[in-house]
């Protein structure tokens, strides 16, 4: 039994500690905001933040969490940068498919985060890893410029 501690609240997962923190949320605690694709840490669907930083959880274990702060995309809306990252989303019409954006939208807050004033170039480094089958990387771009405004 690990206990961890997501969107500020410390919960007890039933799971072993090799467990990944991805199928700690979608499969024990029932949390599927958090999309799983590869499996591997390269497409960024299962993008969370662990102490205010975006990490694949695909690939991190429970034990790599424990004592830390893990924020998964349905507390984002309820902080300052994740509501006017999800206002320029939807102002900006970024989403086709949608399955790639829990991911996008958790590495964006995280971006702003750390700067709030990013650059294309700053943008792109940071969501590279975010791999979208829809090309909605302007878009994606364009609402992350439309957030930072919204926040200055």
């Not at 320029?88 to 004033?117: E, F, H, R």
């Not at 943008?123 to 405004?149: F, L, P, Q, S, W």
Request: aromatic share 4%; charged share 15%.
């Amino acid at each position: 039994m690990a206990t961890l501690n997501i969107n500020g609240k410390d919960v007890q997962v039933d799971a072993d500690d090799s467990t990944p923190i991805l199928w700690a949320l979608r499969d024990t605690l029932g949390m599927t905001g958090t999309k799983f694709g590869c499996g591997m840490a390269m497409c960024g669907a299962c993008t969370v933040h662990l102490n205010g930083a975006a990490i694949r959880s695909c690939v991190t274990p429970i034990s790599a969490a424990a004592g830390q702060k893990i924020t998964t995309i349905e507390a984002i809306p309820t902080d300052r940068i994740g509501k006017a990252v999800s206002a320029a989303w939807v102002k900006i019409d970024v989403a086709q498919c949608g399955y790639c954006q829990s991911g996008q939208i958790m590495s964006a807050t995280a971006l702003l985060q750390a700067n709030p004033k990013p650059s294309d170039a700053d943008i792109d480094a940071a969501m590279a890893g975010n791999i979208c089958r829809c090309g909605t990387y302007a878009r994606v771009r364009a609402a992350i410029h439309e957030a930072a405004a919204a926040l200055a």
